[in-house]
């Protein structure tokens, strides 16, 4: 075991580590595992943080639909634990689900809230463990749930027929206070991931429409504030018409990707996922150049007298994506902490380094997590000033 885990922290640090040209903003630090396992391929894993640790609940647990295990992560000791979560058991919409899918999760103080579909769970802590106190009923799916630095929640609504809207949710009084709704041009764009085009810091609150390279900078009560346009070369926003002509052509979402798939992911551009961290916003995004579909990076930084970009069209992944398979890396399933990124991913044991021929190690890559479970871990990497 000890070997194991020798040879993936040496072969993550020659993946991850920044070059000194790289234009990369990330260095690798290190990593710790788990004894839990999970699927390789279909693991869905939600997070949040608390204090000094980072909770990962795996969606893909078995339950018996009225407890679920939380898993922590102390960043102080640098070590897992678990806690168990109870709900109760003649809960109407928990009763026949074989898991418990749980869209956001967070603290306040002692108290665990879990955003699941329409239903906001309220739990407090006793004896170690995690009892279930109060629920809320929505009239709306949320597909996010953030808190925000006032204490309050905001609760993001991604709709695939019309604009998408933010509400703020009062934790405390247990009801939502007031909401807003967001241009999005290109609804389509919600059923092709990555798409995480909302985030927020400790004033404000960041959001793209997607089909143009746009941020808008809102204050908590939804005062547009500051806006960050960039007249990106190459740049191709998606047609309108299209995506309403096949939102009125096609009615099941399997359809909508079968016949956009090609149009979304290699002919037009879009911003694909925000990250703000300190003072600086990262924007992922797809874009053509000539006959190559890249999917890049920018980095901007906030100055007294507005936003200056200071790296342009970053695309390290694609290194990584030799060793990892990830294309999501590094931007997937973190929170943000004291100036790292601490990252709960799946590991698998296979090397790009052990094969002689790319294809070879695709092949053993793919078998592997046809055929076994992975570690859950949690990498370690440093922001670059």
């Known amino acids: 075991m000890k070997h ?15 070059q000194i040209n790289s234009g990369n903003i990330l260095k690798y630090d290190t990593a710790f595992f788990s004894t839990n396992k999970v699927d390789c391929l279909n ?26 295990n939380l898993l922590g992560f102390s960043t102080i000791s640098n070590s897992f634990f678990e806690v168990k979560v109870y709900f109760e058991t003649e809960d109407d919409y928990l009763r026949n689900l074989k898991f418990i899918p749980v869209v956001d999760f967070w603290f306040k103080n002692d108290t665990l809230y879990m955003l699941l579909s329409k239903r906001i769970y309220k739990f407090s802590i006793y004896n170690n ?8 009923e929505l009239d709306f799916k949320p597909t ?5 630095s006032n204490g309050k929640v905001l609760l993001y609504e991604e709709n695939l027929r019309s604009d998408n ?6 934790c405390e009084k247990n009801k939502l206070e007031f909401n807003k709704k967001l241009s999005f041009p290109i609804p389509i764009f919600s059923l092709f991931r990555p798409r995480d085009i909302i ?30 346009v960039f007249l990106k070369k190459n740049w191709k926003n998606f047609p309108v018409e299209l995506s309403e002509k096949t939102l009125y052509e096609k009615k099941m979402k399997i359809d909508i990707i079968n ?64 060793n990892t398979k990830d294309k999501l890396f590094p931007f997937s399933k973190f929170v943000f902490k004291n100036g790292y990124i601490y990252r709960f991913s799946s590991l698998t044991p296979i090397f790009r380094n ?24 949690v990498e370690k990497l440093k922001l670059i000033k």
């Open 144 to 148: 996010r749930a953030i808190l925000l």
């Open 129 to 136: 463990s995690y009892k279930l106190i109060a629920k809320y």
């Open 354 to 377: 052990d094969y002689k021929k790319e294809k070879d190690y695709i092949k053993a890559y793919e078998n592997y997590q046809i055929e076994n479970d992975c570690l859950l871990g």
């Open 259 to 322: 016949s956009l798939d090609d149009d979304v992911r290699n002919k037009y551009s879009s911003i694909a996922r925000l990250f703000i961290f300190e003072d600086k916003l990262i924007i992922m995004y797809f874009i053509k150049e000539k006959e190559n579909r890249l999917y890049l990076y920018d980095v901007w930084q906030r100055k007294k007298d507005g936003w200056d970009i200071i790296l342009d069209g970053i695309n390290d992944y694609d290194t990584i994506n030799i």
């Open 43 to 68: 693991n869905d894993i939600v997070l949040s943080e608390n204090k000094d640790t980072v909770y990962c609940i795996n969606n893909e647990q078995n339950t018996n639909n009225n407890e679920i």
């Open 4 to 18: 194991i885990l020798l040879i993936i922290l040496i072969s993550m640090s020659t993946i991850l580590y920044s």
């Open 199 to 228: 985030c927020v810091d400790n004033n404000y609150i960041y959001y793209s429409p997607a089909n143009e390279y746009k941020i808008n900078i809102y204050d908590y009560n939804f005062n547009i504030v500051d806006s960050i």
């Open 165 to 170: 809207a933010m509400h703020i949710f009062d």
